[in-house]
């Protein structure tokens, strides 16, 4: 089994705009529905997988103007056709540094977290649409 793995240098873009140098966190969600398929002749629950499902957050640390992180967010905040790519690391994508795309989703929230004497975040969570693994270099 290969070691832990140190996570350096992951890349994220949300809307076409590469906020990498803006995160500080991304936690994804990924699966499929669970549809019953079990029959008579079943002696416990059988399940297949439905339509993919998607949700996940983003923590980004704030700047304000129209070209900044706040102005580029509010013009996808409640667009249902938003993308999002994440990937591992800086690189070519690969096996040891896969790329997540999540198409057609929906940022939901954008509440911006406001400490007295500490740097300003916004907490993105995000739901729906499709999502790809991609390895191939």
């Keep these: 089994m290969a070691a832990s793995v140190y996570l350096s240098q992951p890349q994220v873009t949300i809307a076409g705009t590469d906020f990498t ?7 994804l969600e990924l699966g499929y529905d669970s549809l019953e398929i079990t029959s008579f002749a079943d ?5 297949a997988p439905g339509l993919q499902t998607v949700s996940g957050s983003i923590t980004l640390y704030v700047s304000y103007g129209a070209t ?14 938003t993308t999002i790519v ?15 795309t999540i198409s057609n989703t929906m940022i939901s929230t954008e509440p911006l977290v406001w400490n007295y004497g500490e740097i300003q975040v916004m907490e993105l969570s995000f739901e729906g649409g499709t999502w790809v693994r991609d390895v191939t270099p």
């Design 43 to 47: 002696s416990g629950h059988l399940m």
């Design 68 to 81: 900044e992180v706040e102005g580029k967010i509010a013009d996808a905040l409640g667009d249902g056709t």
């Design 21 to 27: 140098a803006q995160c500080q966190a991304v936690s």
């Design 86 to 100: 994440v990937k591992k690391a800086s690189g070519a994508v690969a096996a040891n540094n896969p790329e997540w």
